[in-house]
């Protein structure tokens, strides 16, 4: 379990191995979009939003994040369309806060 807790509009490292099906897999960046409301009950489940640096380009389904805007080191899109509750545990490192531009 992370020393603190994921925080709503934060850039985490997950491990979402292993995947099921078209979900996406292994290690990698997560925004989280949960309320910090209920983030700060002690609840055991986020809801993120994970990302990839396989860029699409312009697709309705992702929003491009520049490399540094949340301690990324690459580029990389959030996949809106793969939204799901992971357990908090799967979430092991904070990157930065996601500002908006």
């Given at each position: 379990?992370?020393?603190?807790?994921?925080?709503?509009?934060?850039?985490?490292?997950?491990?979402?191995?292993?995947?099921?099906?078209?979900?996406?897999?292994k290690?990698?960046?997560?925004?989280?979009?949960?309320s910090?409301l209920?983030?700060?009950?002690?609840?055991?489940?986020?809801?993120?939003?994970p990302?990839?640096?396989r860029?699409?380009?312009?697709?309705?389904?992702?929003?491009?994040l520049?490399?540094?805007?949340?301690?990324?080191?690459?580029a990389?899109?959030?996949?809106?369309?793969?939204?799901?509750?992971?357990?908090?545990?799967?979430?092991?490192?904070?990157?930065?806060?996601?500002?908006?531009?």
């Amino acid at each position: 379990m992370p020393d603190r807790v994921p925080r709503r509009g934060e850039l985490w490292s997950a491990d979402l191995n292993p995947r099921r099906g078209t979900e996406p897999g292994k290690v990698r960046p997560v925004l989280v979009v949960q309320s910090d409301l209920l983030n700060d009950t002690g609840h055991p489940n986020a809801w993120i939003l994970p990302c990839t640096t396989r860029l699409t380009g312009t697709s309705i389904l992702r929003v491009e994040l520049p490399a540094g805007i949340a301690g990324n080191s690459r580029a990389c899109e959030v996949m809106i369309d793969q939204s799901r509750a992971v357990d908090r545990r799967r979430c092991f490192s904070g990157l930065a806060v996601c500002h908006q531009p």
